[in-house]
């Protein structure tokens, strides 16, 4: 399975913000969505990530207060991203490696949407149910010994 199947049945509604936006506002939208990330873009590019881990950190540093900080000082600048032909098992793997819980998934530049923990977790059972699905009917069908 690769990323392109997720997206497929996830569907690929993307929410973006500029790294000048207020965090405030950021926060927001992630609570009125009811998503746990942001994606940060620039003049048509990814530049950052915001999630609520991003956000809880900003918080501590504040004095649990947002302010006036900007998305800027707060994103993660660097994410790991993703290509739609990345296989299911190398995602897992780098969500874990990398404590990922979201992750843009690119098409050279442009940004093709957003796969989250839950939404790999999603798959792997789903597969997970249809293959047993498959070797029950497969048991059900096994000819008799003659």
């Not at 997720?6 to 950021?26: Q, S, W, Y």
């Not at 939208?29 to 048509?44: C, N, R, Y």
């Not at 290509?83 to 530049?109: F, G």
């Not at 939404?119 to 293959?131: H, I, Y």
């Amino acid at each position: 399975m690769k990323v392109s199947d997720i997206l497929r049945v996830k569907g690929n509604t993307l929410f973006t913000i500029t790294p000048d936006d207020l965090l405030a506002e950021a926060v927001k939208t992630m609570a009125e969505k009811d998503i746990g990330s942001l994606v940060v873009m620039e003049h048509g590019d990814l530049v950052g990530m915001l999630t609520f881990r991003e956000v809880i950190v900003a918080l501590v540093d504040n004095g649990g207060q947002v302010g006036g900080t900007l998305v800027r000082k707060a994103m993660d600048d660097a994410p790991v991203t993703c290509t739609l032909e990345t296989e299911l098992d190398e995602i897992r793997r780098i969500m874990l490696e990398r404590h990922a819980r979201y992750m843009p998934v690119m098409d050279k530049r442009m940004l093709m949407g957003v796969i989250s923990f839950y939404d790999v977790a999603k798959a792997v059972v789903d597969s997970q149910n249809f293959e047993n699905k498959m070797l029950k009917a497969y048991i059900r069908d096994w000819p008799e010994e003659q």
